[in-house]
Nanobody
Framework: QVQLMESGGGLVQAGGSLRLSCAAS????????MGWFRQAPGKEREFVAA????????YYTDSVKGRFTVSRDNAKNTVSLQMNSLKPEDTAVYYC?????????????????WGQGTQVTVSS
């Protein structure tokens, strides 16, 4: 069992930046690939970014490439999402998720554990 807790959401103007963090507790953090997802009102949860267990490989959805950066610190059991050049369409609840597999996943069903989410609102 892994417990995940996101933080760092908030309200920001378009073009601004936010850094989301996810703290993990429970089992060995480095056994898990980590992902970030988001869900806007009335929409399905969508993949944003993923990072493998060592942190040496990352993957992003096209809409955030070049703007968002995912990273992890296995010594501190944390994964972060640095979001730059934010757009109103980035507004959503952002979730971190853990997958007990050496392969990164890009759909919600690939992930075993979820945080409670943190709201990100980008004003125009």
């Amino acid at each position: 069992q892994v417990q995940l807790m996101e933080s760092g959401g908030g309200l920001v103007q378009a073009g601004g930046s936010l850094r989301l963090s996810c703290a993990a507790s429970g089992r060995t953090f480095s056994n898990y690939c980590m992902g970030w997802f988001r869900q806007a009102p009335g929409k399905e949860r969508e993949f944003v970014a993923a990072i493998n267990r060592s942190g040496g490989s990352t993957y992003y959805t096209d809409s955030v490439k070049g703007r968002f950066t995912v990273s992890r610190d296995n010594a501190k059991n944390t994964v972060s999402l640095q979001m730059n050049s934010l757009k109103p369409e980035d507004t959503a609840v952002y979730y971190c998720a853990a997958r007990e597999n050496f392969l990164m996943g890009t759909t919600p069903r690939h992930y075993d554990y979820w945080g409670q989410g943190t709201q990100v609102t980008v004003s125009s």
